[in-house]
């Protein structure tokens, strides 16, 4: 855990992409669940940032 | 003495011409050569996407071009995101997608591992598995429509033969239970030679020394095809469910030509309810934020799976 919190603060591409993967699959299962509307309301921002911040992070050195 | 054609060609060349592309250096000359297609690329695939995205923060409507447009800001996308209708497409997008792709990849990679067997006549099975694929999406949709018929629909006597049931008791397009489940059958049995055909290429693409080697160690069938098979066919699989998903998500013909979205809006997938949102409403702007959502959705899911697909080459 240490690990991959140093990546983060050092700007280290596999945390960072780590973090984005998650957001973009949090951001579909909020997208497609049929359980929660407000969750479906903001599934959008969720994938949005994570898709961003993928494209971006992709440049950070591994 | 014979000239090349290069030798013509410059000869062809007015000389100011050729004076000034003599003057030019390899990276100029290779920026006139690639721009062309750059342009055409900038033009038919980024310039469209920046416009939707512009189009989608106003209220356009394209059936009345002389109104004047609104910037509305992202009251589309709040619109979008707090409608239950909307969400319950989502859902059925969702459903589709799931079921398609399991049942595609599990009908898939077992035809394929039994293809690669290499019997007598294999050559004649996989055209005929491959023969629904080359068909199109709308005559499969229509022929289908008559197979799923309650009164002389083949599909109904098969399950009623099976089942025991009355042939004219349920209809697989008309009932709001079982029509997500009959455009889910039929892309089935249209698209599932297209994954098979991956995984064999997959499985072909396995030299026969790793399993003798393995036959050495005395490893099992079980265990061959745990350790050996599935691992290296494993990248193909992934193509062929990125593929698939990306196809899937968008739709759009099959189900329109087998249920029209109905009975409700049961089948009413996302790419359907786009197309009546920007071409029977005409809500132009708002279709647009539509559009918007559902490629970052696609863009973000194929980056990652793309990344997973590459480690899994690298391994």
Redo the contacts between chains.
Sequence with gaps: MSGFINGLVRLRRGPWEMLATVLIGLGVVMLMQPFVLVLYTYSFVVTLVGTVMFIIVSHFPE | MTISPIDRAAAGTPHGVARRIRGLSDRTIAWIFVAPTIFLLLAVNIFPLIWTIRLSFTDYRVNRPNNEVSWVGLRN?ERI??D?AI?DT??A??HFLIWTIILQVLIGFTLAYLINMKFKGNDLWTTIIVFPMMLSPAVVGNFWTFLYQPQIGLFNYVVAFFTGADAASFSMIGDVHLAPWAIIIVDTWMWTPFVMLICLAGLRSIPDSIYEAAECDRASKWRQFWTITVPMALPFLMLAVLFRGIENFKMFDLVVQLTGGGPGNTTTLTSIDLKREAFERWRTGYSSAYAV?LF??V???A??YV?ALNKVKQR
């Design positions: 996308y995101l707090s239950p969400w989502m859902q997008t969702a959502i970052v959705t863009f973000g899911l980056s990652i990344k």
